[in-house]
């Protein structure tokens, strides 16, 4: 049974910092490129930062560009992202996603389409 279990979100002033984690178990961590969402009230799924199988290679949306990071440890089955100069618009429910990919540097994609496997979200709330 395939798990991403998210955490670290929390209420943060905006200017502040907060880090997400997404474990996951029951899966082959390694073969995933893995990607964060994120979802606001009212609006649809967003794509926010995926990286590839290796880790070699990460993508951003335009929004979230310079200020967040994603990064992956394969020997833990983790991905992160680092989020700083947090803004009031970045408020939403964040969801990590794994899309199982052949190839070690493909992954990236920017749509939930591609993605198999979603965790249940954790809620970020960024106060002015």
């Known amino acids: 049974q395939v798990q991403l279990v998210e955490s670290g979100g929390g209420l943060v002033q905006a200017g502040g910092s907060l880090r997400l984690s997404c474990a996951a178990s029951?899966?082959?961590?390694?073969?995933?490129?893995m990607g964060w969402f994120r979802q606001a009230p009212g609006k649809e799924r967003e794509f926010v930062a995926a990286i590839t199988r290796s880790g070699r290679s990460t993508y951003y949306a335009d929004s979230v560009k310079g200020r967040f990071t994603i990064s992956r440890d394969n020997a833990k089955n983790t991905v992160y992202l680092q989020m700083n100069s947090l803004k009031p618009e970045d408020t939403a429910v964040y969801y990590c996603a794994a899309d199982f990919v052949t190839s070690l540097h493909a992954g990236g994609a920017r749509v939930p389409d591609p993605y198999d496997y979603w965790g249940q979200g954790t809620q970020v709330t960024v106060s002015s």
């Open positions: 029951g899966l082959t961590f390694s073969s995933y490129a």
